[in-house]
């Protein structure tokens, strides 16, 4: 099983966001979007995460339609979102809980998947830290962390690293490693370091459409170039004469 997306579009008034985007991508795949500002990505994900509904064409996830059964969609994945969802009131283990008994654990259950995740995102010795109170790069592995509470089989990553300073972001891609192969991963990035380190296959988008599709190999190849960031000025060159 994979996530299947068939000519997915999204219009505003006359503006196309997605156009036509048709790709597959893998189950347990690490999966990188690029695209310059306004390239679509945003909106494929709230697509693809069912938080936006497509003018046309659909996306099979996991073998359920985001169209035809959002809800049964919603249950496989998670997001964490650029703007997190960090409670800064409450402490590192108390915003994982949170996070866990919504999704119905009992006290005990959300105390135990508290403590593994903090395990896993190297939080434990900030377990009793307000949310108020952390890096960026700890607010970062925290969000990531909540997302992964309801044991997602596919998991989005809006620009996990921004703002991180060279450590955070490191440790954060150490974490993404670990995490590679258990769990889907669609991650969207401006950091093309970062598509190197961690992604599988990487697709380019260019005003809405997918431009180039490969691994980073593939897309070398195919361009001539040797280096990612000169593969993604190319595929994103705008023409002389439009
Ligand atoms: N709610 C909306 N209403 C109208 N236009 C929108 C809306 N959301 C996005 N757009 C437009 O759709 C296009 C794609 O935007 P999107 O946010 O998906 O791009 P992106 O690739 O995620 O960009 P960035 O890298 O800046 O986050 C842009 O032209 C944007 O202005």
New binding site residues.
């Given amino acids: 099983m994979e996530i299947k997306i068939k000519e997915l579009t999204?219009t505003?008034?006359d503006?196309v966001?997605?156009d036509q985007l048709s790709l597959t991508i893998g189950k347990g795949e690490f999966f990188a979007l690029l695209?310059?500002?306004?390239?679509?990505?945003?909106?494929?994900?709230?697509m693809l995460s069912c938080l936006m509904e497509p003018t046309s064409g659909d996306a099979i996830m996991l073998g359920d339609s985001i169209v035809g059964n959002p809800q049964a969609v919603k249950k496989k994945l998670n997001i964490s979102p650029q703007e997190t969802a960090v409670a800064r009131k409450l402490s590192v283990q108390e915003n994982l809980e949170f996070i866990a008994r919504i999704y119905g654990s009992t006290k005990q259950d959300a105390e135990q998947k508290a403590i593994r995740l903090m395990e896993m995102f190297g939080l434990a010795d900030r377990a009793k830290s307000k949310g108020r109170n952390l890096s960026g790069g700890m607010e970062r592995r925290l969000s990531i962390a909540m997302a992964m509470i309801s044991e997602p089989e596919i998991i989005f990553l809006d620009?996990p690293t921004v703002g991180l300073d060279v450590r955070a972001r490191l440790d954060l891609w150490q974490i993404l490693l670990d995490l590679k192969g258990q769990i889907t991963i669609i991650l969207?990035t401006?950091y093309l370091e970062e598509v190197e380190a961690l992604a599988d296959r990487i697709g380019i988008?260019h005003k809405?459409r997918l431009q180039a599709l490969g691994t980073l190999e593939e897309l070398k190849n195919q361009t001539g170039q040797t280096k990612l960031q000169d593969v993604f000025l190319q595929l994103t060159a705008e023409e002389e004469n439009p």
């Fill in positions: 999204k505003f008034k503006r966001a997605v695209g310059e500002n306004g390239a679509g990505k945003t909106t494929t994900i709230k620009e969207t401006h988008m809405g």
